[in-house]
């Protein structure tokens, strides 16, 4: 498969799927991984999709999560990531390293909130429990047909 086929076909499984998951390395240097929701969904954040098409790193995904989770300490103590997409009916993943940021500006936390987030962030868009991730990969790995390929990112 040429890489431009591969490419589409990486953004076409990420832009689908609802549930991404998230490995930081925690105080002691081990991975910790959870789900989170799966901000680059076209169907379920459309609302979303102009702010990814600012972004010069087409893989760029964005995350939310409670300022007062364990993940934010691991990411300002340690900013490299990973983010593991999955299909297991087709035994097909999307594995992407890089780094990751919390997100500050209100502008950006106001145009990417989503009314019903509110469940997460009872405070809403204002809460200071409520933050914005940036995660942007310089690689991934795609695992189907038994194989695994690497691919840097530009």
């Not at 609802?18 to 969904?41: C, F, H, K, W």
Request: aromatic share 14%; charged share 25%; proline share 4%.
């Amino acid at each position: 498969m040429e890489l431009a086929e591969k490419l589409k076909e990486v953004l076409g499984i990420i832009e689908s799927l609802e549930t991404v998951y998230l490995s930081t390395i925690d105080q002691n240097g081990y991975p910790s991984t959870r789900a989170m929701l799966n901000l680059r969904n076209k169907k379920q954040y459309p609302h979303l999709v102009p702010m990814y098409a600012k972004e010069s790193n087409e893989f760029t995904i964005y995350l939310t999560t409670n300022t007062s989770s364990a993940k934010i300490k691991e990411i300002e103590n340690n900013s490299k990531a990973a983010l593991y997409f999955c299909k297991p009916e087709s035994f097909t993943g999307i594995m992407f390293q890089g780094n990751i940021q919390v997100v500050t500006s209100k502008d950006f936390k106001h145009n990417a909130w989503m009314k019903g987030w509110e469940l997460y962030y009872p405070g809403g868009v204002e809460s200071e429990d409520f933050a914005m991730l940036r995660f942007v990969p310089f690689n991934f790995k795609t695992y189907s047909d038994f194989q695994v390929q690497t691919e840097k990112i530009d």
